[in-house]
C-alpha cells in the first residue's frame, strides 16, 4: 500500500455547487413522478447520499491530507529504520 498514491480529491467549491443543482434536479424528477402517479428510478436515498457528499466535502478534504501526511511519516520510519546503527561510543 505504501506505493500506491493516494488518491486525490481534485474537487472545488464550484463542484460542490454543482452537486447541489443536481440535488435541486433529481428532486425536481421525483415531485414530477410522483404527481404522475409514476415510479421513480431515483429515491430519498439518492438525494441524501449526495447531500451527505455535499456537505463532507470539507472533512474529506482533511481526511485526505491527513492520510497523506501518515503515508509520508511511514515513508520516513522506514527509510531511518533501514539506515545502520551506530555502534555505542561512536558518532
Known amino acids: 500500500m505504501a506505493d500506491r498514491p493516494m488518491p486525490t480529491l481534485e474537487a472545488n467549491y464550484s463542484d460542490r455547487e454543482f452537486l447541489a443543482d443536481i440535488i435541486w434536479?433529481?428532486?425536481?424528477?421525483?415531485?414530477?413522478?410522483?404527481?404522475?402517479?409514476?415510479?421513480?428510478?431515483?429515491?430519498?436515498?439518492?438525494?441524501?447520499?449526495l447531500r451527505r457528499f455535499r456537505l463532507s466535502?470539507?472533512?474529506?478534504n482533511e481526511i485526505?491530507?491527513?492520510a497523506v501526511?501518515?503515508?509520508?511519516?511511514?515513508?520516513?520510519?522506514?527509510?531511518?529504520?533501514s539506515l545502520p546503527k551506530a555502534k555505542k561510543g561512536t558518532k
Request: hydrophobic share 35%.
Open 64 to 66: 485526505r491530507e491527513r
Open 69 to 81: 501526511a501518515a503515508e509520508g511519516r511511514e515513508k520516513l520510519a522506514s527509510h531511518f529504520a
Open 25 to 49: 434536479f433529481i428532486k425536481g424528477r421525483m415531485s414530477a413522478c410522483q404527481d404522475r402517479n409514476a415510479t421513480c428510478e431515483l429515491d430519498h436515498a439518492h438525494i441524501e447520499a
Open 57 to 60: 466535502y470539507d472533512t474529506m
